[in-house]
């Protein structure tokens, strides 16, 4: 079993600030190029990255009373879920972070202040919220202290070629590296490791980073339910790495939704095998294969959007896949909480235009607005029900205790 990249779904240089892509993150949707941050990815080398040189691609533990387990309770009416988007970002990460579940989650008291902070040359790292639903671990990552000439995830392109590198002002953060009980995410095997993004904020004295972990590949042995994390971040300008500990526990209820839809569209097979959600995160489980021998369309190229009953797509937060022996990719699509609890949900599946027709692969073509030109494969729509009262209960919070 191998890993892939997705690399052909960057945008041009240019057109948005690029999060470089960890090795499992596999993004199908184009919704999520806005939002990535301008990091390169750990442990970055010939051996990780196939894409432009010249684009970057995709201290001690909290008292228990920090850990992050708390439990809230209170309804998130409709009403409310929409007014979170225009709720004012004083005082919370979480709340300029344009994510919709992570709102929620601080409003729903799933979020909590581990307390740790590190100071280094006169400049303080810390992790003022946390926020573990079982589908993705989310830290909001806060400097401060001196004056300093950019933000926290600033860094520029300079050269060309093989004269390409990136330059970072002093007090960005230029690599960064997680440790789960101890064990460093980049000695993990591939199918093995969590995702780890780093994704820019409204204020530049603040990230978030998420750590994903593949749900199809165990992924409860890798990220469980109560682990001890740390963070280390290398800052340009400050020899001595700011290493932050904290403990984890998941602090969300879920549902699962079994699923075994299939569609085949010219010499593709598409499978949604599963639907998950929490109060603050929405995954779908999907397995694309070749059915043929002489298909039109690239599996590789495909991209998965959802959209909601009501016609509205679902922001996208990560993706992560794999290929497998029998040449299979499962891949499991993070997408953001429903703004609304549906009946029914839409898995619908495109193909983008390419910069180069003829090539088929490099560069995407772009609209006047600089979004990805895609087409979509209907034949591949797949629309499925949902248990709408057990998804109202768990977005109201009667229970939410993890079952």
Do not use: C
Not at 50 to 58: D, G, L
Not at 215 to 236: C, G, H, I, V, Y
Not at 318 to 343: H, W
């Amino acid at each position: 079993m191998t890993t892939f990249k997705w690399e052909q779904e960057l945008r041009q240089e240019g057109q948005a600030r690029l999060q470089p892509v960890p090795e499992l993150i596999r993004t199908r949707q184009d919704g999520v190029y806005a939002s990535l941050a301008d990091l390169p990815a750990p442990g970055a080398g010939p051996r990780r990255r196939q894409t432009r040189k010249a684009i970057a691609r995709t201290a001690g533990a909290a008292a228990a009373a920090a850990i992050i387990g708390l439990m809230g309770s209170a309804y998130v009416s409709p009403v409310m879920a929409k007014s979170l988007k225009e709720w004012p970002v004083a005082g919370s990460i979480f709340k300029m972070a344009g994510d919709l579940g992570l709102q929620t989650a601080d409003v729903r008291g799933l979020v909590a202040d581990p307390g740790v902070k590190v100071t280094h040359d006169g400049i303080t790292l810390g992790i003022p919220q946390v926020m573990y639903d079982g589908i993705r671990l989310s830290l909001a990552v806060q400097r401060e202290g001196r004056e300093l000439p950019g933000g926290l995830s600033e860094f520029k392109h300079t050269g060309e070629g093989e004269d390409a590198k990136l330059v970072y002002p002093v007090g960005s953060i230029k690599d960064f590296e997680m440790f789960i009980n101890g064990t460093p995410l980049r000695e993990m095997e591939p199918e093995q490791r969590p995702s780890m993004v780093g994704k820019s904020s409204s204020d530049p004295n603040s990230m978030l980073f998420e750590l994903t972990s593949f749900s199809n590949q165990n992924a409860e042995a890798w990220m469980p339910d109560r682990f001890n994390l740390t963070a280390k971040f290398t800052m340009e300008g400050v020899a001595e790495p700011f290493v932050l500990e904290l403990p984890v526990e998941k602090n969300a209820a879920r549902l699962i939704l079994p699923a075994t839809e299939e569609r085949t569209a010219d010499g593709v097979k598409l499978t949604l095998e599963q639907l998950k959600f929490t109060p603050v995160s929405t995954a779908v489980m999907v397995r694309i294969e070749q059915a043929g021998s002489s298909g039109k369309l690239d599996p590789g190229n495909l991209m998965q959007e959802l959209w909601d009953d009501q016609g509205r797509p679902v922001q996208f937060v990560s993706g992560l896949g794999l290929y497998e022996a029998d040449g299979s990719n499962p891949t499991e699509l993070i997408f953001d909480r429903l703004e609304d609890v549906p009946k029914e949900l839409i898995l619908k599946t495109f193909v983008p235009e390419f910069k180069d027709k003829d090539k088929g692969s490099g560069l995407f073509a772009l609209d006047s607005q600089g979004n990805v030109i895609k087409h979509e494969i209907e034949a591949l729509r797949i629309t499925v029900p949902v248990d709408y009262d057990g998804l109202k209960k768990l977005y109201e919070g009667d229970s939410l205790k993890t079952p």
